[in-house]
């Protein structure tokens, strides 16, 4: 597709239950980023990946997340033993190369904990 | 932690009317974007500017930039009720990744 895709939109979990949340950037984008924003807040950086190498994950909020991009192309951000606080929208980003000129935004893969 | 801050948190003006968003950021950037959110929707990039500009316009919105204060400011002139959104201004420090700030939610009354 010409935009970046998220996988689910919607997914409501059960407190404890392990989430994957999948993001198909734009083709060709080399840059890619996950953010967790939460209900009125703004995006809350998690981690950023150039190709399959993940060079910054110091917005990830504890042990329990995870994120991967094997190939350079597809992400998956896993959430294990989720918890109530763990409820927000996730959302991935992805740049050209070339240096940071725009990102551009999927629609969010939004997570209720129940 | 989130970088930028706006002000106000919230606006709500009349359809016609401008509406001017403050953002401020704490440390050197390389560029500062604005980017509009509408409710329930992903993040849509609005406009760029680079730490080396002052000024920059793109149809009915001017972004200004003052580096020495670490603010911008996002102006939408004549405001139309499709403007109703959350804005959010982000700043770009190594390359890297970029910093959101909490946003300004505007609403635009017909």
């Known amino acids: 597709g010409a935009g970046v895709s998220q996988s689910p939109r919607y997914k409501v979990a059960k407190r404890g239950q392990d989430v994957a949340l999948r993001c198909d950037p734009i083709s060709g984008h080399v840059s890619l980023f996950w953010y967790q924003q939460a209900l009125g807040q703004g995006p809350e950086f998690l981690t950023y990946f150039q190709n399959e190498a993940q060079l910054d994950k110091s917005g990830l909020p504890s042990d329990r997340f995870f994120a991967e991009r094997p190939e350079g192309s597809v992400s998956t951000l896993k959430i294990q033993r989720t918890q109530q606080e763990d409820s927000a929208v996730y959302l991935c980003?992805?740049?050209?190369?070339?240096?940071?000129?725009?990102?551009?935004f999927g629609e969010g893969s939004w997570l209720t904990v129940v | 932690s989130q970088q930028g801050e706006e002000d106000p948190q919230a606006l709500s003006i009349q359809e016609g009317e401008n509406a001017t968003m403050n953002c401020s950021y704490k440390?050197?950037?390389?560029?500062l974007q604005w980017y509009r959110q509408n409710s329930g929707r992903g993040l849509v990039h609005l406009i760029l500017?680079?730490?080396?500009?002052r000024e920059k316009h793109s149809g009915r919105l001017r972004v200004t930039l003052d580096t020495s204060k670490k603010s911008s400011s996002l102006l939408i002139t004549a405001s139309r009720a499709a403007d109703t959104a959350s804005y959010f201004c982000?700043?770009?420090?190594?390359?890297?990744?970029?910093?959101f700030g909490a946003g300004t939610r505007l609403t635009v009354k017909p």
């Open positions: 440390t050197s950037i390389n560029n």
């Open positions: 500017i680079r730490s080396n500009e």
């Open positions: 980003a992805s740049s050209p190369p070339g240096g940071l000129n725009t990102i551009y």
């Open positions: 982000a700043t770009d420090h190594n390359n890297n990744d970029m910093r």
